[in-house]
């Protein structure tokens, strides 16, 4: 499981209030019960160092750390960024480890839901991010309007262009050069979980870019022209360049049900896969529409750090090509 840690600086208009009641006033939706669990959990630290309690008094200058473990379903609100309004649909900038519709697993940390509580508004959803995609996305906010949308996706009018960070195997890619993967897709049959992708019998279309490369790593600009379930990242290993980080696609179907498992992983792998959504444009009702979603700093600091090739797997071969 991915732990969270926050920090808060006491100010001075805070002094000596109780440590639950000052957790519960700085965190949205945080009641002073939840705030205690947390503190007799041993989840709740403070500098100057003293030992925790629910009554203890915090003062001006103290440092309130809480650690928290991220189940899949603890809302991230406060990381949606709302990058554009109109009479007729939101654009938003979706953070990684938030899904766009509810599941079993996960009802609250949603970007519907978001929408649902914070908006007070009823999302009719056009297109979807994977769960730990970042970027751009279009919400619409009625049917008439969600019809119009989604007929441009179906129609291919809507052209979005993602930033990934993929191994360069063989260094494959190098700066300015160009490819298209046109290899089609479905499902990939018996093996779990259910929703891994391979070669199928659906038409799919990647165009990409290379950008720039450094050491074993290369930042692509990809675009596609299908929209088949996880296509990019299964297209990207079918070459032999996995995106960094994708725990199904890079590491495998055993590494991705032991880390959904909460069992250490302790290859290689960015808390998120380095696929973003930077760029999105269209025309509607006659007007052109054009929007970026800033790429996380955590992808650029991956991209420079030293990374060898001993750090990825070496078994895993089932999806790439010769």
């Known amino acids: 499981m991915e732990k969270r840690v926050r920090q808060y600086v006491v100010l001075i208009n805070e002094d000596n209030m109780r440590l639950d009641e000052y957790l519960a006033y ?68 979706k953070p990684s480890g938030m899904a766009v519709h509810p599941t079993a697993n996960i009802y609250h940390n949603t970007l519907t839901r978001y929408i649902e509580t914070e908006l007070k508004c009823q999302p009719y959803v056009v297109h979807r991010l994977d769960k730990e995609t970042s970027g751009a996305m279009i919400v619409a906010k009625d049917p008439a309007s969600g019809k119009a949308l989604d007929a441009l996706f179906l129609s291919r009018e809507v052209h979005k262009t993602y930033d ?75 070459e032999g360049t996995p995106i960094i980080g994708d725990k199904l696609y890079l590491f495998g179907e055993e590494f991705y049900k032991s880390y959904l498992d909460g069992n250490e992983t302790p290859m ?46 070496t078994a895993y071969s089932r999806l790439y090509r010769n």
């Open 26 to 93: 700085k965190i949205a939706r945080f009641s002073r019960s939840r705030a205690n669990g947390c503190i007799r959990a041993g989840a709740v630290s403070i500098e100057p160092y003293r030992q925790v309690r629910p009554a203890l008094k915090v003062h001006t200058g103290d440092i309130v750390s809480l650690s928290q473990t991220m189940s899949g379903d603890v809302p991230m609100y406060d990381e949606v960024v709302m990058l554009d309004e109109t009479a007729d649909f939101w654009v938003f900038n």
């Open 164 to 238: 990934a960070v993929v191994y360069n195997a063989g260094g494959r890619y190098y700066p300015g050069a160009q490819a298209d993967i046109e290899i089609p897709l479905g499902f990939a049959g018996l093996v779990l979980p259910r929703i891994t992708m391979g070669v199928g019998e659906l038409e799919a279309h990647t165009h990409l870019e290379c950008m720039e490369i450094h050491g074993d790593l290369a930042w692509l600009h990809v675009q596609i022209h299908s929209g088949r379930q996880h296509q990019i990242r299964v297209h990207l290993a079918l």
């Open 268 to 313: 290689f792998a960015p808390h998120r896969h380095l696929l973003h959504a930077g760029r999105l444009c269209f025309s509607y009702k006659g007007k052109a529409y054009e929007y970026s979603a800033p790429v996380p700093d955590m992808m650029h600091a991956v991209f420079k750090s030293e990374i060898s090739p001993a750090m990825f797997p």
